[in-house]
């Protein structure tokens, strides 16, 4: 079943069956493609940088959000940074306690603008702060996809 807008947001249209998605395919775009394969490949987590504002951007943009420049410098970082803000979730989602609550990051890294949201590990949550220095754990080279799950999560530095 899916669900439609009918222009007046009070209202749903809604009809049965498949969507057909099957058949298209959806990219990640450039940027998107150049941070996955380097996540995958080398391990490191990419931006990209605008040389008119002096910004990198990461995930990666093909626009800069400020000057609207085309994007066509990539920088490899490394997969280090701090935490900007995070939450702790004590419930799964059908509202059963959590044997171990995890904690949830925005991941800032270095000189760049944006972050990574991804999963913080290896502390307890009481012992989480605003600005904690973290570092990715990857999953070994061989077993990457290419998906932001190579990263299995952040640990304290």
């Known amino acids: 079943m899916s669900w439609d807008k009918s222009g007046d947001p009070r209202i749903l249209r809604r009809w049965f069956g498949d969507m057909e998605v099957k058949k298209h395919i959806y990219t990640m775009g450039i940027a998107g493609e150049i941070f996955m394969k380097n996540l995958k490949d080398k391990g490191v987590i990419t931006g990209s940088r605008c040389d008119e504002c002096e910004v990198i951007f990461v995930p990666p943009r093909s626009f800069c959000e ?79 996809a290419g998906n932001l799950s190579d990263i299995l999560y952040f640990k304290p530095t």
């Open 66 to 144: 400020y000057c609207f420049s085309e994007l066509t410098v990539y920088e490899e970082l490394e997969p280090k940074g701090y935490i900007e803000t995070f939450t702790i979730v004590y419930e799964d989602y059908h509202g059963e306690r959590l044997e171990k609550p995890l904690i949830i990051a925005l991941i800032a890294l270095p000189n760049a603008v944006g972050g990574i949201i991804h999963y913080i590990r290896e502390v307890e949550p009481e012992d989480v702060y605003i600005d904690m220095e973290v570092e990715a754990v990857l999953k070994p080279r061989d077993e990457r």
